[in-house]
């Protein structure tokens, strides 16, 4: 009887010091992750996203033991408290930190990597179309901006960022941005995309080509009326003059400073 009240014990001590660990990791995330964390107690105290995941391990423990009903009752507590709800079956890595939190939701078979960070009303949810595993899993080091939502058993790449207010309902490579609805990269693998393949420097002035049109025509027509009163020629090719000049003026414009 002594020997499994020992066992217990044990057991029970280890548990308390790798629970206290983890807090250790928790406070510390917040702190490289955070530019408005103050101090220790200020974060353990005023962190809702916290206190969501330290109930959430609860949940989770008793949910991995079998233990009926109760996991639930803890996650609702948690939303309760927090604004947060976590389904006791989320599998949840080291170093997550949830900013703001209220509004976010995370389904029963979500997988999170290790140091990921959502804001607000991110939601890894399911897309009430697929059954079995149907939430996201999500690498290491991941950022989902303030009302993320990602939808479906769809992969989020190691590094990748989900844009604020963004809707994913495709994979997404690692080192990877999206952004939009439906997300459209903006880095993709680690390379900026969207961006057109031109040279910035020599792009058409569509103003300046539709004063050069002008310009030829009015000259063009300048000369028609010489022929018509040849006796106005020397008044006409002073105009003429003045415009060519004008004419060759907006073309130095054309080739580099634009109008
Ligand atoms: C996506 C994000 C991570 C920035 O990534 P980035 O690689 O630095 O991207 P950029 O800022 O260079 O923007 C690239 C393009 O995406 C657009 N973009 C950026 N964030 C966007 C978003 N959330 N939704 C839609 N478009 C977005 C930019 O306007 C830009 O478009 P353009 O190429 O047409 O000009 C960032 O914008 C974001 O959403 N962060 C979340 C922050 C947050 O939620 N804070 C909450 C604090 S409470």
């Not at 993320?148 to 080192?175: M, Q």
């Not at 961006?195 to 539709?210: F, G, S």
């Not at 003045?242 to 109008?259: K, V």
Request: aromatic share 4%; charged share 25%; hydrophobic share 40%.
């Amino acid at each position: 009887m002594r020997t499994v009240f020992g066992k217990f014990l044990g057991a029970l001590g280890r548990d308390v010091r790798t629970a206290v660990d983890e807090i250790g990791e928790d406070v510390r995330a917040v702190q490289e992750r955070d530019p408005a964390a103050g101090s220790k107690l200020e974060i353990v105290t005023s962190y809702a996203g916290l206190h969501a995941l330290w109930l959430h391990r609860l949940a989770h423990k008793l949910n991995d033991l079998g233990v009926p009903v109760v996991p639930r009752w803890v996650s609702q507590f948690n939303r309760f408290l927090t604004g947060i709800e976590i389904h006791p079956g989320a599998k949840i890595g080291e170093g997550l930190f949830i900013d703001h939190g209220a509004g976010v939701v995370i389904g029963e078979t979500a997988e999170i990597g290790d140091n990921v960070t959502m804001y607000q009303g991110v939601t890894l949810g399911g897309t009430g179309k697929e059954s079995g595993k149907r939430h996201p899993t999500v690498g290491d080091n991941v950022v989902f901006g303030a009302g993320a939502k990602v939808l479906g058993a769809v992969t989020i790449g190691d590094n990748a960022k989900v844009g604020a207010g963004s809707v994913v309902v495709t994979d997404v490579p690692k080192n990877s941005t999206v952004v939009g609805n439906p997300g459209r990269p903006v880095l993709l693998r680690g390379q900026r995309v969207g961006i057109p393949d031109i040279d910035y420097r020599h792009l058409p002035d569509p103003v300046a080509e539709a004063i050069k049109c002008l310009v030829a025509r009015i000259v063009e027509m300048e000369q028609e009326l010489d022929e018509i009163h040849p006796e106005r020629k020397g008044k006409r090719q002073e105009a003429v003059r003045q415009t060519q000049e004008m004419l060759a003026e907006l073309m130095a414009y054309d080739a580099g400073a634009g109008i």
